[in-house]
């Protein structure tokens, strides 16, 4: 059965750090694209980023491009999101998501499968 376990969720100070995993599991994650979307509370589900998997493209939203990087590693079916500089508004629960063949140049990945997400909570 497809699987994904996100981790790496905690407590930051703006403008500090955090590196996100997820990993897969019950599938080959080689043959799809993944990506991460968060939700934070009382708002709707906002996509971050979504990297191929043929050419390690990455796409990135407007709110996180040049502070988050998203990278994968399919060997251990796993990515990784790294959150630099992070802001206040970058609360949210984080969650990873696959299924799909391709990003198709969006950073909103909508995959059918789905981890628990981890919770990233920045304050002062």
């Known amino acids: 059965q497809a699987h994904l376990e996100e981790s790496g969720g905690a407590l930051v100070q703006p403008g500090e750090s955090l590196r996100l995993s997820c990993v897969a599991s019950g599938f080959s994650l080689g043959y799809f694209a993944i990506g991460w979307f968060r939700q934070a509370p009382g708002k709707g589900r906002e996509g971050v980023s979504c990297i191929e998997t043929r050419d390690g493209s990455a796409y990135y939203a407007d709110s996180v491009k040049g502070r988050f990087t998203i990278s994968r590693d399919n060997v251990k079916s796993t990515v990784f999101l790294q959150m630099n500089d992070l802001k206040l508004e970058d609360t949210a629960v984080y969650y990873c998501?696959?299924?799909?063949?391709?990003?198709?140049?969006?950073?909103?990945?909508?995959?059918?499968?789905r981890g628990q997400g981890t919770q990233v909570t920045v304050s002062s």
């Open positions: 998501a696959t299924g799909q063949i391709s990003c198709s140049g969006n950073y909103d990945i909508t995959g059918p499968i």
